[in-house]
Every structure is written in structure tokens, then in C-alpha cells.
């Protein structure tokens, strides 16, 4: 298990991957975000998309699943206060192979027993092209809080 003081400022994770189906991004999509280019094949080739894609919102799930797998199993964590900056790039469509990375930008102590590390959290595709990107905030457990 990692504590706030054994990630170093700079620090990188890969986070794996993801393969994006079309019915994923319909059933998603009928329930959370049902715009017309999100869960209608017809209406999404006549759009400025010129065919299906996944809702942002989609998207930015199947990131945190990768996250939390890959990252929450070795570190102290203890949730986050938020973001400070999202971003969808471009479009993820179907059959997309999405890699997510992490990359620790800040770090100072925070109340509770606790350190906040600010990071910057992307998304590529399979051409290496980012779809997502944001500025998360993680809170990690300090060592002598244990």
C-alpha cells in the first residue's frame, strides 16, 4: 500500500485499456445521455459527428473504472474533493481502444490525516490521439495517520 509520501511530484501510472462497443455507448447513452448521436445510428451519421459516439459522460465512467482497478488497489485512498478542469478532446466512437494514464502534478497536506495530490488524468485512443483530459484532485492517507 502507497502512501501520500511515497508518490513523488512527476510520477506516471498507465492505467490500461478499454474497448469501446456500440452497444455500450447505446445503453449508456438511452439511460444517461440520450441525444440523438449517442443512441440513434441514423440520426448520428447526419450530425456533425458523422456517426455514433459515446457520451462524455460515458466516457469519463470508463475511465474511473480503469482508475479506481488499477490506481485505488495500491494506494491509501480516500476519495476526492473534485476537479478543476474537464476536457473531451474528441469523439470516442465505436470499437475506439481508449488507454488511460495519470500523472501526479502537486501534492501538499491536507486536513485529516490526509494529502491532496493534483494530477493531470488522460485519455487516448488507439492512434495515441487524446479523447479526455482532466485535472483531478486525489486524497491520500499520510503514513502517521495509519
Given at each position: 500500500?502507497?502512501?501520500?509520501?511515497?508518490?513523488?511530484?512527476?510520477?506516471?501510472?498507465?492505467?490500461?485499456?478499454?474497448?469501446?462497443?456500440?452497444?455500450?455507448?447505446?445503453?449508456?447513452?438511452?439511460?444517461?445521455?440520450?441525444?440523438?448521436?449517442?443512441?440513434?445510428?441514423?440520426?448520428?451519421?447526419?450530425?456533425?459527428?458523422?456517426?455514433?459516439?459515446?457520451?462524455?459522460?460515458?466516457?469519463?465512467?470508463?475511465?474511473?473504472?480503469?482508475?479506481?482497478?488499477?490506481?485505488?488497489?495500491?494506494?491509501?485512498?480516500?476519495?476526492?474533493?473534485?476537479?478543476?478542469?474537464?476536457?473531451?478532446?474528441?469523439?470516442?466512437?465505436?470499437?475506439?481502444?481508449?488507454?488511460?494514464?495519470?500523472?501526479?502534478?502537486?501534492?501538499?497536506?491536507?486536513?485529516g490525516g490526509m494529502?491532496?495530490?493534483?494530477?493531470?488524468?488522460?485519455?487516448?485512443?488507439?492512434?495515441?490521439?487524446?479523447?479526455?483530459?482532466?485535472?483531478?484532485?486525489?486524497?491520500?492517507?499520510?503514513?502517521?495517520?495509519?
Open positions: 500500500m502507497q502512501y501520500f509520501e511515497d508518490i513523488p511530484i512527476g510520477q506516471k501510472f498507465e492505467l490500461g485499456s478499454v474497448t469501446v462497443t456500440e452497444d455500450e455507448i447505446i445503453r449508456f447513452a438511452r439511460e444517461f445521455d440520450p441525444q440523438p448521436f449517442h443512441i440513434d445510428k441514423d440520426a448520428a451519421r447526419n450530425s456533425m459527428f458523422g456517426g455514433l459516439i459515446a457520451s462524455g459522460w460515458h466516457t469519463n465512467a470508463l475511465y474511473m473504472k480503469l482508475f479506481v482497478t488499477t490506481m485505488m488497489e495500491q494506494f491509501a485512498g480516500r476519495g476526492s474533493p473534485g476537479v478543476d478542469m474537464l476536457r473531451w478532446k474528441r469523439p470516442v466512437r465505436p470499437g475506439d481502444v481508449l488507454y488511460g494514464e495519470f500523472e501526479v502534478l502537486e501534492k501538499k497536506p491536507y486536513r494529502g491532496l495530490i493534483r494530477a493531470a488524468n488522460r485519455f487516448l485512443n488507439q492512434d495515441g490521439k487524446e479523447v479526455m483530459h482532466f485535472i483531478g484532485l486525489m486524497l491520500i492517507a499520510r503514513r502517521e495517520s495509519r
